[in-house]
């Protein structure tokens, strides 16, 4: 800060005590890098003062409205505390400025909202989850319906965003898929061989890594990584257009945006993940061969036979079989996310966060609840 | 404003022989122009004639490929941020969208600049952002507001209080009236040049509201083909006989603004 933007305030009367009539000289710049310390000073100053302050402004070199915001609270507070307040030698320039801030004054009106109490709280926060259930189920009758509508009529389908769909959320994730469920497979298999070779069981690697991949691992994982991967993209694609009013202008259009914007999305990931998760299968099955031969000695034909029999059609299916469902709940949570954006920019991550959480959650719930039916009907 | 006052006077903006270009595309071409102290002043053009990129290049936005532009006296090309930051805190600028922080109310979008920048009360801010508020004519409970409970008007003025609020000596607007009903737009001209007054501050404005030229600008450049058209009051260059100008100011639009300024005076 240079001199010159410094405010000064010199007290011409002896100010020791309080007393009737204090004079006070303003100098210097009374712009908003300058004026701190003057509130204080004022305040001190307007506490001391009896009857009248004459307050000399002939030496402002600068005023803008902050400064004179100053000078106008405490004329304000003077005037209502039944002191009498003058100032002198304003320049025109600044007096014309002071009545301007005189004529727009308002007493600052930000109020806090004050905080609810638990049990408000707690009546809101049920309030919004029972709103977001319903939400969501309103969100998955209007898609279905939608669905079958395009069903009736195959010509409404759009296949080229099903495709572009199919491209970015299917084929693009092979690599990481590919990545992930090969670790997964050569981890489940290390850990597995110690334990076998205690019991001379080594041709067991083939039932244990075939059965936890094809079964439970490859698809759960699959639908994890598409979740990270394209839930949160699809929330904070639809979100985003939300907040440009897109999806507005698609109703306008007369263009369903669920139509556009989520049916192409969820077809292509219901064809997406199951072919994902038999890649996923592949994937990590071979990384349990590599691991069986180097360990347990188990050569790739004898894992393969022994996966053959290890391993039935429908311990296969069950694993494919979950994946169209686990493809439906990502892309119904993440669309539906998007769509619960409001206006603002933190809107967008907090909904994408959501989408993530909440998709990753159901997915893992309805596994649980695909192996108890399972186990119920003995498959 | 005469020709001793621009000689004694030194220019606020100061461009001289600027080349911008995008990628083999030219955007300014030689260009030179000068801002004077306390004028409104106004470029116009038609679009994508490089009005907004002239503009982003004189804040900081964007690099030009030659040339010198001289704020305040200083050479503003190739500062870098650090350098940059006496010079943004003495001016100001809005956005054509306005550009608000849209998590943020609008009283805490003005507060934002005064916290960051200054060191006053708390109090004392928040008095001095409801001051803002109601200075660009904005009600006093819009400063509780989120910018996306605002409509365009609305916003278009919170995002001038935001604008204006470490009191800048230069105010850059950008398309203040586009997107606006016509009493909105007049009220935004009101406000322009009430603040000039009040302030004394320097306003250089994009536009292409002829009402709001006539109305306010001090003086216009028209900008075209990567040159200046021409300078001057809105009178002189009404005179002028560039084609691209005389379209510009005797097409329909341009000759019933002229028209209301007339009646206006």
Not at chain 1, 12 to 39: F, H, K
Not at chain 1, 130 to 137: I, N, P, R, T
Not at chain 1, 146 to 172: E, K, M, V
Not at chain 2, 139 to 150: F, I, M, R, T, V
Request: glycine fraction near 8%; aromatic fraction near 6%.
């Amino acid at each position: 800060m240079t001199d010159e933007q410094i405010a000064y305030l010199v007290i011409e009367t002896d100010a020791s005590s309080a007393m009737a009539t204090v004079n006070v000289r303003c100098t210097g710049a009374w712009i908003v890098q300058g004026i701190a310390q003057l509130e204080h000073r004022l305040e001190d100053i307007s506490r001391l003062v009896e009857k009248e302050l004459v307050i000399d402004g002939a030496a402002i070199t600068a005023l803008d409205t902050s400064g004179a915001w100053l000078l106008h609270r405490t004329i304000r507070e003077f005037e209502q505390s039944g002191r009498k307040i003058t100032i002198n030698g304003l320049r025109p320039e600044f007096s014309a400025l002071m009545q301007l801030i005189a004529y727009c004054a308002t007493v600052p009106e930000i109020s806090q909202p004050s905080a609810p109490d638990w049990l408000a709280r707690i009546g809101r926060l049920s309030w919004q989850t029972l709103h977001g259930v319903s939400g969501m189920l309103a969100f998955i009758g209007e898609c279905a319906i939608i669905l079958l509508r395009s069903f009736i009529r195959p010509s409404r389908i759009r296949w080229r965003p099903i495709f572009h769909n199919l491209q970015t959320a299917g084929f693009n994730a092979l690599p990481i898929v590919g990545m992930l469920s090969f670790l997964m497979g050569f981890v489940i298999a290390y850990q597995g061989a110690d334990q076998l070779q205690r019991f001379g069981a080594n041709i067991f690697i083939a039932d244990l890594v075939g059965l936890s991949m094809l079964r439970e691992l490859s698809p759960l994982l699959t639908a994890i990584i598409v979740a990270g991967r394209s839930g949160s993209a699809y929330a904070a694609q639809i979100g985003t257009m939300k907040v440009t009013e897109e999806i507005d202008a698609l109703r306008t259009i007369g263009v369903g945006p669920i139509e556009l914007l989520v049916l192409p999305k969820m077809l292509a990931l219901i064809i997406a993940l199951p072919l994902l998760t038999v890649f996923a299968d592949v994937a990590g099955v071979f990384g349990g061969m590599l691991m069986a031969r180097s360990k347990l000695d188990v050569t790739f034909d004898v894992f393969l036979d022994r996966l053959g029999d290890a391993v039935s059609l429908s311990s296969f299916m069950t694993g494919v079989g979950k994946a169209p469902v686990f493809a439906a709940i990502i892309a119904l949570v993440g669309c539906y996310q998007g769509f619960q954006v409001g206006g603002s920019a933190d809107s967008v991550g907090r909904q994408t966060t959501v989408s993530v959480v909440h998709s990753i959650f159901l997915v893992i719930l309805a596994d649980a609840l695909f192996s108890v039916v399972f186990n119920w009907l003995k498959i | 404003m005469s020709a001793t006052m621009e000689s004694t006077q030194k220019a606020v903006i100061d461009i001289r022989a600027l080349n911008s270009r995008f990628g083999n595309n030219v955007v300014h071409d030689n260009v030179s122009l000068t801002v004077r102290p306390g004028e409104i002043f106004a470029l116009v053009g038609g679009s994508g004639c490089g009005k907004s990129t002239m503009l982003r290049t004189i804040i900081l936005l964007q690099q030009p490929v030659s040339g010198s532009i001289r704020v305040f006296d200083r050479e503003v090309i190739g500062l870098n941020d650090e350098e940059a930051l006496p010079l943004r805190r003495r001016w100001g600028v809005m956005f054509e969208r306005g550009a608000l922080f849209s998590s943020l109310t609008v009283a805490e979008n003005v507060s934002m600049v005064l916290r960051e920048h200054t060191q006053l009360s708390t109090r004392l801010i928040d008095e001095v952002v409801a001051l803002k508020v109601a200075l660009t004519g904005l009600p006093a409970d819009a400063g509780s507001k989120y910018p996306s409970e605002l409509s365009g008007g609305m916003r278009k003025r919170a995002a001038l209080a935001r604008a204006i609020a470490l009191d800048p000596e230069l105010l850059f607007l950008d398309e203040p009236t586009a997107g606006l009903d016509p009493l909105s737009a007049s009220g935004i001209d009101e406000l322009v040049r009430s603040l000039r007054d009040a302030l004394g501050l320097t306003i250089m404005m994009v536009t292409h509201d002829l009402d709001l030229l006539w109305r306010s600008a001090d003086r216009v450049a028209v900008l075209g083909e990567g040159h200046i058209l021409g300078v001057g009051t809105m009178t002189e260059l009404s005179r002028s006989d560039h084609p691209i100008i005389r379209e510009y100011f005797y097409g329909p639009r341009g000759r019933a603004a002229q028209e209301q300024a007339w009646k206006k005076k």
